[in-house]
């Protein structure tokens, strides 16, 4: 399949935000995360990425106040060109109180600490609203009430534009049921797909989907930097990745792509996915996602091929 010229975009459900379907994570900016894995990241390299984020059309950033500098590394380098993006970052990370064992394994969720959050995310990417802001986690049940109040008064202010959770089954389901979030961002890939369904359970529901860990966590790589491609906390290990790949003999599918390219674009096929978050520190690595997600879907007959492979295959324990 030929490239298309210009990045994919569709509406991010029911908030109507016309985003890319490639979006960035920048998670990727957070340099004490990085550093344990032997990859570092200047400050003038973050901004040289970010900028490069918007050069190939990218109009979708996912952010969160505990992605180390990464909202002050957005407000420094790109502030000056927010009308080109659409920003989403999150609350419950400890901004006005300690991290206690509250909701969201360590998570706060607090009235004075999400509006706090807000604050501070406002003030950080020099910028008058976020596009969504996502519960980083799921609120305790007897946080939950007071916490979605409170991102409804900030919705209502107009510092926040929609509101979202970041969020995983079996407490997804219900977080769809209440009715109340524009946006969800679940985890899914070609090798771990067990939200398949809920995603299109969330866009029936008139939600915005957005996608974690759709080349990270699903990241059976031919690149040996695939570290950079940043897996989620508590994924699985990449050796366990690359088992479950190798059981279900996906190489044998490539036809010429990289496993990369072929992972990502699995994702892309799914079709009740509005975009795919995905973090990278390194303009090759960004011009390679560039490059597979304007190839588009797998096709048709490939697509089926490789769930048929996956069906019934899990991670071993």
């Known amino acids: 399949m030929s490239e298309r010229s210009v990045l994919e975009t569709r509406p991010l459900g029911r908030t109507g935000l016309p985003v890319t379907r490639l979006?960035?994570?920048?998670?990727a900016l957070d340099q004490e995360r990085m550093a344990p894995r032997g990859l570092t990241i200047s400050d003038?390299?973050?901004?040289?990425?970010?900028?490069?984020?918007?050069?190939?059309?990218?109009?979708?950033i996912d952010t969160?106040?505990?992605?180390?500098?990464?909202?002050?590394?957005?407000g420094r380098f790109i502030a000056n060109?927010?009308?080109?993006?659409?920003?989403?970052?999150k609350c419950g990370c400890p901004?006005?109180?300690?991290?206690?064992?509250?909701?969201?394994?360590?998570?706060?969720?607090?009235?004075?600490?999400?509006?706090?959050?807000?604050?501070?995310?406002?003030?950080?990417?020099?910028?008058?609203?976020?596009?969504?802001?996502?519960?980083h986690g799921?609120?305790?049940?007897?946080?939950?009430?007071?916490?979605i109040a409170t991102l409804l008064d900030l919705k209502r202010e107009g510092k926040v534009r929609f509101i979202g959770v970041s969020s995983t089954l079996p407490s997804l389901a219900h977080h769809i049921e209440l009715g109340v979030f524009d946006v969800f961002q679940i985890p899914y890939s070609a090798v771990q797909r067990e939200h398949e369904t809920a995603i299109s359970d969330a866009?029936?529901?008139?939600?915005?989907?957005?996608?974690?860990?759709?080349?990270a966590r699903g990241a059976p790589s031919d690149d040996k930097d695939w570290a950079q491609r940043l897996p989620d906390s508590g994924a699985p290990k990449p050796e366990e990745l690359q088992d479950l790949w190798q059981r279900a003999a996906l190489d044998d599918l490539l036809d010429g792509a990289s496993r990369m390219e072929f992972i990502l674009r699995f994702t892309l096929t799914h079709p009740d996915v509005d975009?795919?978050?995905?973090?990278?520190?390194?303009?090759?690595?960004?011009?390679?996602?560039?490059?597979?997600?304007?190839?588009?879907?797998?096709?048709?007959?490939?697509?089926a091929e490789a769930k048929r492979r996956l069906g019934g295959l899990t991670v071993s324990p």
């Open 138 to 147: 799921s609120p305790s049940e007897a946080e939950e009430a007071d916490a």
């Open 95 to 135: 901004v006005s109180v300690p991290r206690t064992s509250g909701g969201g394994g360590g998570h706060v969720y607090t009235p004075e600490n999400i509006r706090a959050a807000v604050e501070q995310s406002l003030a950080r990417m020099h910028t008058d609203h976020l596009d969504a802001v996502q519960f």
């Open 275 to 303: 975009t795919t978050i995905v973090g990278t520190g390194r303009a090759d690595h960004l011009m390679d996602n560039v490059a597979a997600a304007k190839k588009g879907p797998l096709p048709t007959d490939v697509y």
């Open 64 to 74: 969160a106040p505990d992605y180390g500098a990464s909202e002050e590394l957005i």
């Open 23 to 27: 979006g960035y994570g920048a998670m």
């Open 203 to 215: 866009a029936r529901a008139g939600a915005g989907t957005i996608i974690r860990g759709g080349v």
């Open 44 to 60: 003038e390299q973050s901004g040289a990425v970010l900028n490069a984020v918007l050069d190939a059309g990218i109009n979708f």
């Open 81 to 89: 060109r927010r009308s080109e993006y659409f920003i989403a970052t």
